[in-house]
């Protein structure tokens, strides 16, 4: 069976984020956030509650429009300029699968929904579930099993259907060590494969190395946001 990490090296890519600004309700939130990620990189953002952590990873991954400036990926595979959210993953707070229906029907449902880019190699959906550690239980209802289970085929979300970009939203909250060392080997996988990942997190995830970019929310926006 193929690994995670078995696989081919990503399409070299750049992400870049030109002068974000965002609202919350009448407010800007954060102004002029610009950032450059290539292959292989990694961007934590830092800062309290309510600053505006998920705020930005929300905008790059193409879920909230911007009030001003853009977030673009390059990519040797394509000539233009695509939206982030094109090429990214984004896992938040919430799961995004359906509890009625079996694990390898969500994942099923991901992978042919997503579909392949063509620029690096998803697995199958029993590798996938191998993978976050959890194999030979794909045919139980999502809604069966523990938050925690629930939490780890989220995640197979990432690996079956390739994105260069992963957007990762405290994404081991409430998790165990376990499952944090697990996860942290997925991300430092994708790194490796020439992967580029921006999360809001304050576990280690495989981000050695990482940029840091502290959001100041709306005490900041008198402020400009580089990386």
């Given at each position: 069976?193929?690994?995670?990490?078995?696989?081919?090296?990503?399409?070299?890519?750049?992400?870049?984020?030109?002068?974000?600004?965002?609202?919350?309700?009448?407010?800007?939130?954060?102004?002029?956030?610009?950032?450059?990620?290539?292959?292989?990189?990694?961007?934590?953002?830092?800062?309290?509650?309510?600053?505006?952590?998920?705020?930005l990873l929300r905008v790059v991954a193409g879920l909230l429009r911007p009030e001003t400036g853009r977030a673009?990926?390059?990519?040797?595979?394509?000539?233009?300029?695509?939206?982030?959210?094109?090429?990214?993953?984004?896992?938040?707070?919430?799961?995004?699968?359906?509890?009625?229906?079996?694990?390898?029907?969500?994942?099923?449902?991901?992978?042919?929904?997503?579909?392949?880019?063509?620029?690096?190699?998803?697995?199958?959906?029993?590798?996938?579930?191998?993978?976050?550690?959890?194999?030979?239980?794909?045919?139980?209802?999502?809604?069966?099993?523990?938050?925690?289970?629930?939490?780890?085929?989220?995640?197979?979300?990432?690996?079956?259907?390739?994105?260069?970009?992963?957007?990762?939203?405290?994404?081991?909250?409430?998790?165990?060590?376990?499952?944090?060392?697990?996860?942290?080997?997925?991300?430092?996988?994708?790194r490796q494969a020439g992967g580029i990942v921006l999360a809001a997190t304050h576990q280690p995830l495989g981000?050695?190395?990482?940029?840091?970019?502290?959001?100041?929310?709306?005490?900041?926006?008198?402020?400009?946001?580089?990386?």
């Amino acid at each position: 069976m193929r690994q995670a990490s078995s696989c081919q090296k990503a399409t070299m890519i750049r992400l870049e984020a030109e002068n974000l600004s965002a609202r919350r309700g009448e407010d800007l939130i954060f102004v002029n956030v610009s950032f450059t990620l290539a292959a292989g990189e990694a961007l934590v953002l830092t800062g309290r509650n309510g600053s505006g952590k998920s705020t930005l990873l929300r905008v790059v991954a193409g879920l909230l429009r911007p009030e001003t400036g853009r977030a673009v990926c390059f990519s040797q595979a394509h000539d233009e300029v695509r939206p982030a959210g094109e090429l990214s993953h984004y896992l938040g707070h919430r799961n995004g699968m359906k509890r009625e229906l079996t694990v390898a029907e969500n994942l099923t449902f991901w992978k042919s929904f997503l579909g392949d880019l063509g620029m690096g190699q998803s697995l199958e959906v029993e590798e996938a579930a191998a993978a976050v550690d959890l194999a030979g239980i794909t045919h139980l209802p999502y809604g069966y099993l523990s938050a925690g289970q629930q939490r780890r085929f989220a995640m197979a979300r990432l690996l079956v259907a390739y994105r260069p970009v992963w957007i990762l939203d405290e994404p081991t909250a409430a998790l165990d060590r376990r499952a944090d060392a697990m996860f942290e080997e997925l991300v430092r996988r994708h790194r490796q494969a020439g992967g580029i990942v921006l999360a809001a997190t304050h576990q280690p995830l495989g981000m050695e190395g990482a940029t840091n970019l502290e959001m100041l929310g709306f005490d900041g926006v008198e402020e400009e946001y580089s990386a």
